[in-house]
């Protein structure tokens, strides 16, 4: 009972042919589209924003526009295919209103769209997802005890022994799934039991098993843990992974620290970055990608560290807790807004790097941390002590950048500066003019008078 989703082509010819005709209807009710997007698996639409000068009123109900406006989204029977599932409504005033998707009565897994008003009772958005084009039997021919039972003899049959006292499965849930939807390509649509099959300690799975046939279609880890290996010199000679005994201990008293630096630097901005998103940004991209690190790092500009797209690289002597997690900072640019590394793009991706790595490192208690005091204006740890807002002072190499006076390393705190570098060097100047956001950073973390202007700090 599986049906493939529509190829290339066909999604083509029937998104054009559903624009239009929703353009029409857009047209006639005097709607007007600011921005759409496409969800590369459905080949429907996953945003569209509406211009704020015209809209509905919300006096239609969320329901009635998506029974009116639904085929834009793939929805052919609103009121079958979509229940409320919440709805809130923001300081400002905006009320936002979830709707889940159903196919004949059963949740289809990710099937879900948002309605945005605005304060005045406005649509002003909707986003998500509505898995469209579903055709399957809705009635399971596995009972939900045997499914349960199957995942879990699988996840049984994958542990220590020693965990199995503990495992145990959830009551299965009916959904439908379309596999590779995740994935953002084409998939086929399964009736299945979702179980949970848990220790309710470190082993939490998410299994999928076909309704009709019991077979395993999908699987979900339920836990994210950081997943960090260190290199030495080359990729392919791995010293420590995930789960090796801590601290490490197979080299020289030297290499030992650097190994165990890259291990809990590598923690210390994986939390950091956990800890502001809400839990929602895992590891440097966001996906609990794998940490790699190559330590001694064979290079013949060193002293350096660098990422180079796939590991961050460390000469010797360039382990320190503010370089580990600016290095790390770097892939997260990269794999998010990935600030153009040329000139003031450029700089503001080295501040963001130089940001974060000091944040992690006046928040780990490791390392050389105090003296920690305020400084006053001028400063520069020649004349004042502090170790705050120093880059790289746990480097062999010593402090090489000040973020809360530039000029001490020559480079600039205001644009206006004759430091201000505005040449070709070094990518445009980003490890030199990155001393303007670094010291703005700095100032509304700390406060002080610059320029004439008295900033408040924030404090860290
Ligand atoms: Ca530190
Ligand atoms: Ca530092
Ligand atoms: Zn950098």
């Known amino acids: 009972m599986h049906r493939y989703n529509e190829g290339m082509n066909r999604r083509t010819v029937l998104l054009v042919f559903v624009l239009l005709s929703t353009f029409g209807l857009w047209a006639n009710e005097a709607l007007q589209v600011d921005r759409v997007e496409i969800h590369p698996a459905t080949g429907t639409l996953r945003l569209v924003v509406f211009a704020p000068v015209k809209g509905i009123s919300s006096a239609e109900s969320v329901l009635e526009f998506f029974s009116r406006h639904g085929s834009m989204f793939g929805i052919e029977d609103a009121e079958n295919e979509l229940r409320m599932t919440g709805s809130f409504t923001d300081r400002l005033g905006q009320r936002h209103t979830t709707m889940a998707q159903f196919y004949r009565g059963v949740p289809v897994l990710g099937g879900m769209l948002r309605l945005h008003e605005g304060s005045a009772a406005q649509v002003r ?244 941390d105090v003296p920690d005091v305020q400084r006053n204006d001028g400063d520069c740890p020649s004349t004042n002590s502090s170790l705050r807002w120093q880059i790289g002072e746990d480097s062999v190499f010593g402090t090489f950048r000040d973020m809360w006076n530039p000029r001490c390393f020559g480079d600039p705190s205001q644009v206006s500066d004759p430091r201000y570098a505005c040449g070709e060097d070094d990518s445009g100047g980003v490890h030199t003019n990155s001393g303007i956001p670094n010291h703005a950073f700095a100032l509304v973390t700390d406060g002080g008078v610059f320029n004439g202007l008295e900033v408040s700090g924030i404090g860290l």
């Open 125 to 368: 958005a909707v986003n998500g997802l509505f898995v469209s084009g579903i055709e399957i039997d809705p009635l399971p021919k596995v009972p939900a005890f045997t499914a349960k039972a199957a995942a879990f003899n699988l996840v049984a049959g994958e542990i220590s022994v020693f965990d199995l006292p503990w495992l145990q499965a959830e009551p299965p849930t009916l959904m439908v799934l379309r596999t590779n939807l995740a994935r953002g390509v084409p998939g086929r649509d399964h009736l299945v039991w979702e179980v949970e099959v848990s220790d309710r300690r470190a082993i939490r799975e998410f299994l999928y098993l076909d309704a009709h046939t019991a077979k395993l279609v999908d699987r979900v880890s339920g836990i994210h843990t950081i997943d960090r290996q260190i290199h030495q010199q080359f990729f392919n000679n791995s010293l420590w992974r995930e789960g090796d005994a801590f601290p490490f201990t197979a080299s020289d008293a030297d290499t030992n620290d650097e190994v165990n630096e890259l291990i809990l630097g590598s923690q210390d901005i994986y939390s950091l970055f956990a800890n502001l998103s809400g839990g929602r940004h895992l590891s440097w991209d966001g996906h609990h990608a794998t940490m790699h690190s190559i330590q001694d790092f064979q290079y013949d500009e060193c002293p350096n560290a660098f990422w180079n797209g796939r590991t961050t690289n460390f000469c010797v002597g360039m382990v320190a807790d503010d370089i580990v997690s600016h290095e790390w900072t770097h892939a997260y640019t990269n794999s998010t807004h990935n600030l153009f590394y040329r000139f003031q793009p450029g700089a503001i991706n080295e501040a963001t790097s130089d940001i974060f790595g000091e944040i992690a490192d006046r928040l780990n208690g490791r390392g050389s």
